[in-house]
């Protein structure tokens, strides 16, 4: 929410004097203006002594409502609220304006605009008449955009016109808003492929639930520990009664690598490949999430969001909310990568499994579709979408350079999919469920862990 400080409109802003106040003169205060000069001048020249009352007259009109607008002193306070302030792409937030008037006169005729980019719609105007002394009132309007971004709303102003419409003073506030309009999300079908999202004991997809070092080494004895439990050589190395670790509850860990390449991609807009990719990711991550693995979002440029562990990787906690807004705003933001390939994400990647692995590839070419393999061969089980191309070329002789990086794919262990334009997402995530099971024609390797 937005506030403005409560301040003067029109005549309690004298900053910019009487010359102000004239420039604050409408279309008709103009012509009213001019015209009275004209005939003044030729009712002089002809000596028409009517005709120069009439041009007095229209000449002195505007010039008293702009005396009369620029001495009235009124005090207006301004306010915005904006709900929700993250809305998915293609959704509507609501704009609530507020105006107080907080002196002791009624207002005039009030004008009330918000300044907001293009995308958002067209730029919202009201007219307020008269507000009482200590009264308030409060308009709305929507915003929506296909596009995610972050879009300032403000400032708001506000425009005191006379009765006439022969002159406009307004005044701006200077507090902004931001709307946050992230990747749209689809859900996805729960897909059970091999083992379970957590459990117990040790496992190649899985980190320990619980981190801390008494359960990881044997931990000296505590008060209700069972005796079958003691760790003898330990007790003997140490000197007092040490007991076995728990077998503790895992958590499975799960990466979305985006890759956000230029070069990878062709074309812009809502519909375009780039824009397909980022929304997959979004809804890999949130599913992932409630699906109760710890998540964590990779760029190719090696950037690690949330980041906030050691390992940057989310757990599905009370403040797991607060988790996916902060990937979904990184996500809302998140534009091409001028780099060229994808060694800063192996870099992060090749330290040691990090279990499941979805990644959201644009196009490969052969030395980043063999480095794509060589993160696959690091993961305990990963999934890869890539951009279709023709499987073969007219004939059916050979295949297409990119039929050629998705073999590639697979056989180092990516269970890789080809999304065609435009393609839904539940769909293709249904398909690499189908692909582990060999449903997929060429899929020969599949997940080792559970993916649900």
Do not use: K
């Not at 503790?248 to 807009?269: E, H, K, M």
């Not at 050629?404 to 990516?414: I, K």
């Amino acid at each position: 929410m937005a506030a403005g400080v409560p301040g003067p409109v029109g005549g309690g802003d004298r900053r910019g004097g009487p010359r102000a106040a004239l420039g604050g003169l409408t279309t008709r205060g103009r012509s009213f203006l001019a015209a009275g000069v004209a005939a003044a001048l030729c009712a002089y020249v002809l000596g028409q002594s009517d005709l120069l009352r009439v041009g007095l007259l229209l000449a002195v009109l505007p010039l008293i409502c702009v005396t009369v607008l620029y001495r009235t002193r009124y005090r207006v306070a301004g306010s915005r609220r904006l709900s929700p302030s993250r809305v998915p792409a293609g959704s509507e937030a609501r704009v609530r304006l507020r105006t107080d008037n907080v002196s002791r006169l009624p207002t005039g005729l009030l004008m009330l605009q918000d300044q907001v980019p293009y995308v958002l719609g067209p730029r919202p105007r009201f007219v307020l008449d008269r507000v009482e002394a200590g009264g308030s009132r409060e308009v709305s309007y929507r915003v929506r955009s296909d596009l995610r971004g972050r879009y300032p709303l403000g400032p708001l102003q506000l425009r005191l016109s006379d009765p006439f419409g022969m002159c406009e003073l307004s005044r701006s506030f200077g507090a902004y808003d931001t709307l946050v309009v992230v990747p749209r999300t689809e859900p996805l079908p729960p897909l059970r492929l091999a083992g379970a999202a957590s459990g117990y004991g040790d496992g190649r997809q899985r980190s320990l639930a619980l981190a801390g070092e008494d359960d990881v080494i044997p931990r000296g004895y505590r008060h209700g520990d069972d005796l079958r439990r003691v760790h003898w050589r330990s007790t003997a190395r140490h000197g007092e009664l040490m007991v076995r670790r728990e077998e503790q509850p895992q958590r499975a860990r799960c990466t979305v690598l985006l890759d956000s390449r230029r070069i990878a991609y062709q074309g812009a807009g809502p519909d375009s490949a780039f824009e397909w990719a980022v929304s997959g990711a979004a809804s890999a991550l949130t599913h992932m999430l409630e699906r109760g693995f710890a998540v964590r979002l990779l760029t190719d440029d090696g950037t690690v969001v949330p980041g906030g562990g050691t390992d940057g990787f989310a757990a599905p906690t009370q403040d797991s909310a607060d988790s996916v807004g902060l990937m979904m705003d990184t996500l809302a933001d998140i534009g091409h990568s001028e780099g060229g390939g994808l060694s800063r994400a192996y870099d992060v990647l090749r330290g040691g499994d990090e279990g499941l692995l979805v990644a959201f590839f644009g196009d490969l070419d052969e030395e980043q579709a063999d480095l794509a393999a060589r993160m696959g061969r690091r993961s305990g089980a990963a999934v890869a979408f890539v951009p279709a191309g023709a499987d073969r070329v007219p004939g059916g002789e050979s295949e297409t350079p990119a039929a050629g990086r998705l073999r590639t794919l697979r056989e180092a262990g990516w269970t890789a999919v080809a999304v065609e334009p435009g393609a839904a997402l539940a769909d293709v995530w249904r398909q690499a469920g189908e692909a582990h099971s060999g449903a997929l024609p060429g899929a020969t390797h599949g997940f080792s862990g559970g993916w649900s």
